[in-house]
């Protein structure tokens, strides 16, 4: 499963950066030397059905393209993780949440003291 | 006519359970110094409002068996079985019966609902982040995103991710880190995305339940504070500290962020700066009233 993964990245990578350009299963394959054909497209079919590859085709060729480049990949990972999405909280458990700008001073202080507080206990 | 006052009883429990006692658990502070018992509380409370306004749909829906509680409910199967189940159902019969069939029929629901979107939701992120983290030095058992942003947070699961971003890794110094992820490692380990679950559905279904808007919140509190815990026991509790206050005033964001906004981290930092931090008492008394808040609609039925 981790080969798989690995594999579905790299795949990816290749389409990400020919995002301007859709590529056909023989030009992601050549730009990853050491997979085979067969094996390149299966990874495409594969990504197509998560909906993170589409496929249009002119004449007889079939080309793949990315549906969204890295970037918005990553702004949604980091939406859900910043997370003002109602759900939140179903999809992930996150280490501390934003404060408002008055408890942000409180804790300050707070900070500041038990600094302190550890400096004069080591001296 | 003693189910029916059974039925008023177990009414009035359920009533007293999501309504005034929720409210009040939501504000008592004792409650944070033994986190994992509290939550237990609070899911007894949230089961034991279920099964008592269930319990007193049956009641009114087996009045007519004269045969007690349990012998009603089993006479209602065995009508169920032999395929006449409404023979002789009166008008408050039914009523009865449809709010206990209804409370389950919808709370099965919701839960299918939430679990399925809840598992979507999770694979999704799940893949997203096997395609765009980074394999650049990390702490060992954690995914990183190459990202400004300091966020750190677990995605729970079959096998939970502990995700941290680069925005973390320049924030914090290496105890810090080392207390967040073992903190992160707390709510994986502990499973704390399961017991949210049940909490997210209900806050979607029964919005006007007040247990259902505190009870959530609540929890994920605690769970927090559970989590601290773990981290506590293998890490300085002030190492936690400090990244917490870090972490939390690293992206104040002045409009939209106070909506989010909550009193969890400067209690946190509170309490993992003091010493009296979990308390063996407490432990004990919130769960001897996980267990009588359960056991009292419980009895009611069985000595009907």
């Given at each position: 499963m981790a080969g798989l993964g690995q594999l579905e990245r790299k795949v990816m990578d290749v389409l990400w950066d020919s995002m301007d350009e859709p590529l056909t299963g023989r030009q992601v394959a050549d730009r990853l030397p050491d997979r085979a054909y067969t094996t390149v497209l299966t990874i495409l079919?594969?990504?197509?059905?998560?909906?993170?590859?589409?496929?249009?085709?002119?004449?007889?060729?079939?080309?793949?393209?990315?549906?969204?480049?890295?970037?918005?990949?990553?702004?949604?990972?980091?939406?859900?993780?910043?997370?003002?999405?109602?759900?939140?909280?179903?999809?992930?458990?996150?280490?501390?949440?934003?404060?408002?700008?008055?408890?942000?001073?409180?804790?300050?202080?707070?900070?500041?003291?038990?600094?302190?507080?550890?400096?004069?206990?080591?001296? | 006519m003693s189910l029916y006052i059974a039925a008023a009883l177990l009414s009035a429990i359920a009533f007293v359970l999501v309504g005034p006692m929720s409210v009040r658990l939501a504000r008592v502070p004792w409650v944070t110094q033994s986190p994992r018992a509290a939550v237990a509380l609070w899911q007894s409370v949230g089961l034991s409002a279920a099964l008592a306004t269930m319990g007193a749909g049956l009641c009114v829906a087996v009045e007519r068996f004269h045969a007690g509680f349990i012998g009603g409910v089993s006479d209602l199967f065995d009508g169920l079985v032999d395929g006449h189940p409404l023979s002789g159902l009166g008008l408050p019969d039914a009523l009865g019966l449809t709010l206990a069939a209804d409370l389950g029929v919808v709370v099965l629901g919701v839960a299918i609902s939430v679990i399925v979107r809840t598992a979507k939701a999770r694979a999704r992120h799940r893949r997203l982040l096997s395609l765009v983290s980074t394999d650049e030095p990390r702490p060992s058992g954690t995914v990183m995103l190459d990202h400004a942003s300091a966020v750190a947070y677990c995605l729970p699961g079959l096998r939970p991710r502990i995700v941290i971003s680069k925005g973390t890794m320049g924030l914090l110094g290496s105890d810090e880190l080392a207390a967040v992820v073992a903190h992160e490692r707390g709510h994986a380990i502990e499973r704390?995305?399961?017991?949210?679950l049940p909490l997210t559905g209900v806050a979607d279904l029964f919005r006007w339940v007040p247990y259902a808007r505190v009870a959530p919140k609540a929890v994920a509190g605690l769970l927090e504070m559970a989590a601290d815990d773990h981290a506590a026991r293998h890490h300085d509790p002030r190492s936690l500290a400090r990244a917490l206050v870090s972490m939390a005033t690293s992206s104040i964001t002045p409009s939209c962020a106070f909506a989010i906004a909550s009193g969890a981290v400067p209690q946190r930092v509170h309490r993992l700066l003091n010493e009296g931090r979990s308390s063996k008492r407490v432990a004990c008394l919130a769960a001897l009233a996980a267990g009588a808040v359960l056991a009292i609609p419980l009895s009611l039925m069985v000595a009907l």
């Open positions: 079919e594969r990504l197509r059905h998560k909906h993170l590859v589409e496929r249009t085709a002119a004449g007889k060729v079939h080309r793949f393209a990315a549906v969204a480049s890295r970037e918005t990949y990553m702004a949604e990972l980091m939406v859900e993780a910043l997370g003002s999405a109602r759900d939140r909280s179903a999809v992930l458990v996150r280490f501390a949440e934003t404060v408002s700008a008055r408890e942000a001073s409180v804790l300050r202080e707070a900070l500041e003291a038990l600094s302190e507080g550890s400096d004069g206990s080591s001296t | 704390h995305g399961l017991v949210m």
